[in-house]
Structures are given as structure tokens and as C-alpha cells.
């Protein structure tokens, strides 16, 4: 019984300081970034983070990440951010499908953050299967060319050379 005892107390020892040796983790931002006050793009900004600004993970919420930069907190956009050391890595020019790869790989790890594929698995992504009533809803998602520009303007986004795609799939 006194062993039983002697254990229980060391493992509530052992629970009551492992708060305390919980591991930190930090990223870098990308690029010069909103710091915001709640995870959505309307919130209110509390400051901006220049490229490279280390910052404290503190927790996720879809495609935010709550962050600690110096004296500050805030919600950062989870693709402005990249895990492990500051180095960014090696530009080389690709295919634009490695170049997006590269978009959101994250640090050395190689971990990388993937959207858009709830509800497929592997065989589906092996096999694909035509779903027009899908491609017919998704295409009404589409908007024409000056409002994506309007868009990319309003969030401050880098200007870059890609064809663009009309909503008459692929027609011009």
C-alpha cells in the first residue's frame, strides 16, 4: 500500500511540473503580415509583423494561428507563417506546381500544410470520378478578372504573372 501511495504521489508530481516543461513552439513569418484581434480577415489590426518576425505559437483555429510577437497577441493567417528556423528555402525555378509545393512547405521538417481535400482519400485521389452537378456548383464561386485583382489589391498581395482562368473554363 505505501508503494501504491509512493507511486501515485511521484506521478502526481510528475503531472502537477509537466505543465512547466511544455515545450515551446515558434515560427517566422513569410512576409510582412496583419497581426489581427480575432481570427478573421475583417477583425481589427493590432500591428503589422515584418518577414521574419519570430513568433510563439499559442494555439490554431482553422486557417489561423494565435501568435505572441514580443509584447503583443494576435491571429496570423497560417500560410503567412513558416515553422522551424528563419531560413527561407532554396528558390529554383520549377514547375508552377513544385513552385506552389514550395508555397506551403514549412521548414525543414517538410511538413506541409494541404487544403481543399476534406472528404477524399487515397482512392479517390487515385481514381478520380467526374461529379458535373460538383464542378456546376463550384463554378459559380468564379469572379471575373479586375474584382480578383480589386481583391489581391484590398489584401495587399504580391502581383505575380499566372494565366488567368475565365469562368467559361478555360475559354477566352
Not at 504521489?9 to 489581427?36: P, Q
Not at 493567417?77 to 506552389?100: C, H, I, V, Y
Not at 479517390?124 to 480578383?148: C, E, G
Request: charged residues 25%; positive net charge.
Amino acid at each position: 500500500m505505501k508503494r501504491l501511495l509512493a507511486l501515485f504521489l511521484l506521478a502526481l508530481g510528475c503531472i502537477a511540473h509537466a505543465k512547466d516543461a511544455v515545450i515551446k513552439e515558434y515560427a517566422y513569418t513569410v512576409r510582412s503580415t496583419e497581426l489581427k484581434s480575432t481570427p478573421f480577415n475583417d477583425s481589427t489590426t493590432i500591428s503589422r509583423l515584418a518577414e521574419n518576425n519570430k513568433v510563439e505559437i499559442i494555439m490554431r483555429k482553422a486557417a489561423w494561428t494565435q501568435v505572441k510577437a514580443e509584447t503583443l497577441t494576435g491571429w496570423v493567417k497560417m500560410l503567412s507563417l513558416r515553422f522551424g528556423d528563419a531560413t527561407p528555402p532554396p528558390k529554383n525555378e520549377t514547375s508552377g506546381l513544385q513552385s506552389m509545393y514550395n508555397l506551403v512547405t514549412t521548414g525543414k521538417s517538410g511538413s506541409t500544410v494541404t487544403t481543399g481535400t476534406r472528404g477524399l482519400d487515397e482512392k479517390k485521389l487515385i481514381a478520380p470520378s467526374p461529379n458535373p452537378k460538383a464542378f456546376d456548383a463550384m463554378r459559380t464561386y468564379a469572379v471575373s478578372k479586375p474584382d480578383a485583382q480589386k481583391f489581391a489589391k484590398t489584401e495587399k498581395l504580391d502581383a505575380q504573372s499566372i494565366e488567368y482562368v475565365s469562368a467559361s473554363g478555360g475559354k477566352k
